[in-house]
T-cell receptor, first 110, second 112 residues
Framework: GQSLEQPSEVTAVEGAIVQINCTYQTSGFYGLSWYQQHDGGAPTFLSYNALDGLEETGRFSSFLSRSDSYGYLLLQELQMKDSASYFCAGLDQAGTALIFGKGTTLSVSS | DTAVSQTPKYLVTQMGNDKSIKCEQNLGHDTMYWYKQDSKKFLKIMFS???????INETVPNRFSPKSPDKAHLNLHINSLELGDSAVYFC???????????FGEGSRLTVL
C-alpha cells in the first residue's frame, strides 16, 4: 500500500522555525515532494527530493531519508503569510502520479 | 498567461445532473491529471493522462469520464451527480517525473 503520514496541525509564532514531518509506507518509491496550499487556493510546488539529504530553497528546506522512509519540511523565519496547509507527496510505484498525505495546517501568530 | 486553467471555477447543480469541467495547459507538458479535494482537504488522484493516453484510473465511479482531445487538454465529465461528488476538482500537469505538478485554480462543485 501507499500512504503518507503527517501531523494534522502545527502552530508557531512569527520568526520561529518549524519542522513538518512526513513518514511513508510505499514501494517503488521515487521521491518526496512538498506543496503549500492557502485557503481557497491551489496547491503550489515547494520542493522535490529525489535523493537522500537536504534541499534548501530560501527560507524553506526539505529533507529525505529513504532508508528511514521519512522526510521533513523546515520553514525558517516564519511569516504570517506562511499560514497555510502543507502536503507531502510521494510518487506512486510507476512514478506516474503523486500520492498526497492528508496535509498539515500551519498557523503562524504574531 | 495562466499556465493551467480550468473552467468553470464554481459549479452548483442538482443531484442527477451531468456536468463537465474543462482544463487546458500551455506549458507543453506531456502529462495531465485530475485530483479531487474533499472537505477535509484530502487530495486524491483520480486520473492521469500521458500524451492523450490514460495512464492511471484510480478507483473512481464510472460516472466520471475523462477525455483528452490533445495533450494540452483534459476534460472531466460527470454523469448522474451525487451529493458525495461535492468537492474541489483540480487539474494539474507535469513534465517528466511527476515530482513537480502545476495545478489549476480548481473547480468547486456543489451538488444540491
Amino acid at each position: 500500500g501507499q500512504s503518507l503520514e503527517q501531523p494534522s496541525e502545527v502552530t508557531a509564532v512569527e520568526g520561529a522555525i518549524v519542522q513538518i514531518n512526513c513518514t511513508y509506507q510505499t514501494s517503488g518509491f521515487y521521491g518526496l515532494s512538498w506543496y503549500q496550499q492557502h485557503d481557497g487556493g491551489a496547491p503550489t510546488f515547494l520542493s522535490y527530493n529525489a535523493l537522500d539529504g537536504l534541499e534548501e530553497t530560501g527560507r524553506f528546506s526539505s529533507f529525505l531519508s529513504r532508508s528511514d522512509s521519512y522526510g521533513y519540511l523546515l520553514l525558517q523565519e516564519l511569516q504570517m503569510k506562511d499560514s497555510a496547509s502543507y502536503f507531502c507527496a510521494g510518487l506512486d510505484q510507476a512514478g506516474t502520479a503523486l500520492i498526497f498525505g492528508k496535509g498539515t495546517t500551519l498557523s503562524v501568530s504574531s | 498567461d495562466t499556465a493551467v486553467s480550468q473552467t468553470p471555477k464554481y459549479l452548483v447543480t442538482q443531484m442527477g445532473n451531468d456536468k463537465s469541467i474543462k482544463c487546458e495547459q500551455n506549458l507543453g507538458h506531456d502529462t495531465m491529471y485530475w485530483y479531487k479535494q474533499d472537505s477535509k482537504k484530502f487530495l486524491k488522484i483520480m486520473f492521469s493522462y500521458n500524451n492523450k493516453e490514460l495512464i492511471i484510473n484510480e478507483t473512481v465511479p464510472n460516472r466520471f469520464s475523462p477525455k483528452s482531445p490533445d495533450k494540452a487538454h483534459l476534460n472531466l465529465h460527470i454523469n448522474s451527480l451525487e451529493l458525495g461528488d461535492s468537492a474541489v476538482y483540480f487539474c494539474a500537469s507535469s513534465q517528466g517525473r511527476a515530482g513537480e505538478l502545476f495545478f489549476g485554480e480548481g473547480s468547486r462543485l456543489t451538488v444540491l
